[in-house]
């Protein structure tokens, strides 16, 4: 039940306002860090578990004794990307070494000549290439190419003149003071400038925005090779192709076909001299946190300006941050075994069976699908794929992740990226490993892959508020019950309902049942779309997709409170809503409203609730409470 610690009773009603009746005495007592846009939820959780890391690191470090090779090299990366003297000492030097070949290319046949290495380099590229499972046959891997970034967070926000040309300022003012530190005159550094937002206009042009990303399935356009060739003239791509991978693929999968009909239009022999400048300058830009401090710090003002961010982070959080991205699956693995205890992963486990095999009984009963769409159904959760606190072994490429100490730190850090994409590269003959964890157990998240079909839970979000074995079992499945049903939810969301039990590209459904799922759809996009919030508007088509998981969830969790004994509705829907508690920059919330398919920590507490009878129950809400909804509104997908 609440207790007086936990809410504020004077200010709200529970009816009117789940999130804030829950969260506001935490809301008033959180403080966000100098170097973070938000404080509480997974960011406190994602702290909690980077300063214990941190301790792990310097106790490991101070001893000289590691658990394994692996994590001597991840204490070796960290002691050398905190030595703030050393990387002092070497500036920049380091990254304009790395970046003189751009130099050398004066004509295109040259460039065409020495492409492979840029690549390999990380070198700025007007295409990117990366070794992909195919969504069609998801056994095996295919080349997928697509677009370059863009400098501001999406290309959605080029159509606002006023909005683009302030952050573009914005970021031209870091340009300038790191080409200044490279050694460029100010003559140099406004035609430098001046060519790369030319540039950077006409890739915005083209490329996709996050809303449109955010419907993945619309990556898989398999094109001839030769095709693709014609279109990136006078890019020379099957001689790319050749030196990557030894011979030309007969097809690639094209992920942003609008770019690369225009991909003329920004790679030519006129705009070739603006492309290397473009590359020059972001290549550069994006190395500066390897560099001195100054020039992290310079180099990191762009995005947290975005986000509101005060301060820099610490020489000794960054070097971490570092080490951990590189080691990941090693530190997960550490952190995983030594942290969470045989006992919590056998729970945790006894939970999720329970809720696949809930969703399962919620679809065989379902009286709205037919038969045929419901066995298709059973079937992908049968095969889905559970992986849970942490993996038994690290995968063999972290055995190829050794470096030279005696090079600087930008140095080292490209050298393993390399050895990095020359093993995606080589997995393309490989069959797709089904083995391989998408997150590190060290990582405060969960997430579905929906072209293997399985779903990852790493051991850091398995603790309170998400869950423990101290909480009550009501708690538990108002959190990580409840972000468990969410992640099978991705399985049957807007994209996941696409692909079969395999993770391939297969429409299973009846065509009167694929109708129906639509339509229910559509009615989910309409419950959150145009809601206005302080910071902004929410998109409802852009968040369909979690918002479905996010109900999902909340229906297959609120069935097996249903249906057990001495449970509490109370406190199942005060920890859904503890699990969103978050407060932030209004800058960093504006930006995730733009580029985050999640909506926002509020609307993710009190909209799920309204589609459900438990919750009117609960609280005995009424027609005049601000969470009722009238049930012609309500929407259960699953």
């Known amino acids: 039940m609440f207790t007086a610690r936990e809410i504020n009773m004077e200010k709200i009603r529970i009816q009117d306002d789940l999130y804030t009746y829950v969260n506001q005495a935490k809301l008033d007592e959180l403080v966000i860090p100098e170097d973070m846009p938000v404080a509480g939820g997974f960011a406190a959780l994602s702290q909690d578990v980077e300063k214990l890391m941190i301790g792990e690191f310097n106790a490991m470090c101070e001893s000289g004794s590691y658990p394994n090779e692996h994590l001597a090299r991840a204490c070796t990366l960290y002691t050398m990307a905190k030595d703030v003297k050393r990387k002092k000492k070497q500036g920049i030097k380091p990254a304009l070494k790395h970046l003189a070949i751009l130099k050398k290319l004066g004509t295109l046949r040259s460039y065409n000549l020495r492409a492979k290495e840029l690549v390999l380099k990380g070198i700025a590229m007007p295409i990117s290439i990366a070794v992909e499972p195919n969504m069609k046959d998801t056994t095996h891997h ?26 573009l300022n914005l970021w031209s003012g870091s340009a300038r003071q790191i080409l200044a530190i490279a050694g460029h005159s100010e003559d140099e550094i406004n035609a430098l400038i001046q060519d790369i937002l030319a540039f950077d206009a006409q890739v915005a042009k083209f490329v996709k925005t996050r809303e449109e990303w955010s419907e993945y399935t619309k990556m898989y356009n398999p094109m001839k090779t030769g095709r693709v060739a014609g279109m990136v003239k006078p890019l020379n791509l099957k001689k790319l192709l050749t030196d990557l991978f030894g011979f030309v693929p007969e ?60 301060a820099n982070s610490s020489a000794e959080k960054f070097a971490y941050q570092l080490a951990s991205s590189m080691y990941s699956e090693p530190v997960g693995l550490y952190y995983g075994e030594k942290y969470f205890g045989e006992e919590a992963k056998k729970d945790i486990t006894e939970i999720v069976k329970q809720i696949v095999a809930t969703y399962q009984k919620r679809i065989a009963t379902n009286d709205i699908l037919e038969q045929a ?32 100490e005696s ?5 080292i850090v490209s050298s393993l990226r390399k050895i990095r994409m020359e093993e995606n590269f080589a997995k393309l003959n490989k069959e797709v490993d089904r083995t391989h964890w998408a997150m590190p157990g060290h990582m405060v998240n969960a997430c579905y892959d929906p072209f293997v079909n399985d779903i990852t839970f790493p051991a850091a979000i398995l603790q309170p508020p998400f869950y423990s074995i101290h909480q009550t079992r ?15 939810s991705h ?9 079969d039990e395999l993770g391939n590209l297969n429409n299973w459904w009846t065509k009167a049942d694929e109708r129906k799922f639509n339509k229910k759809v559509n009615a989910m996009i309409k419950q959150f779309d145009g809601i206005e919030l302080p910071w902004g508007v929410c998109n409802g088509k852009f968040t369909v997709s979690e918002n479905i998981a996010d109900n999902g969830g909340m229906a297959v ?63 005995n809400v009424k027609k005049t409470d601000g969470m009722y909804l009238a049930p012609s509104k309500r929407v259960v997908i699953w």
């Open 474 to 488: 009501s708690e538990n499945l108002g959190g990580i019950g409840a972000v468990i049903g969410h992640e099978i």
């Open 251 to 310: 097809e690639l999968i094209v992920a942003e076909p609008r770019y690369f009909k225009n991909f003329k239009e920004v790679f030519n022999a006129e705009t070739f001299e603006m492309y290397k400048n473009w590359a020059y300058v972001t290549t550069l830009m994006g190395s500066c946190s390897l560099l001195s401090e100054e020039l992290r710090d310079l180099g990191g003002g762009f995005r947290r300006a975005l986000s509101g961010i005060a």
């Open 373 to 404: 769409t419901k066995d298709k159904a059973i079937l992908k959760l049968s095969k889905m794929g559970l992986k849970l606190a942490y993996p038994d072994r690290v995968e063999e490429i972290y055995t190829k992740l050794v470096f030279d």
């Open 557 to 619: 969790t609120l069935d097996i409170m249903s249906h057990s004994e001495n449970v509490s509705f109370e406190e199942y829907f005060a920890n859904w809503a503890r699990v969103w508690c978050q407060k932030a920059k209004p800058e960093y919330q504006a930006l995730l409203l733009q580029v985050d398919v999640h909506g926002p920590c509020y609307l993710r507490a009190n909209m799920p609730p309204r589609n459900f009878p438990e919750w009117y129950a609960a609280f």
């Open 491 to 499: 399985a049957f969301d807007s994209n996941g309902a696409k692909c």
């Open 142 to 167: 295919c080349v997928m190419i697509q677009g370059p970034g863009v400098i501001l967070p999406d290309a959605s926000y080029y159509k606002n003149e006023q909005q683009r040309d302030m952050m």
């Open 407 to 411: 090079k600087s730190l930008f140095d």
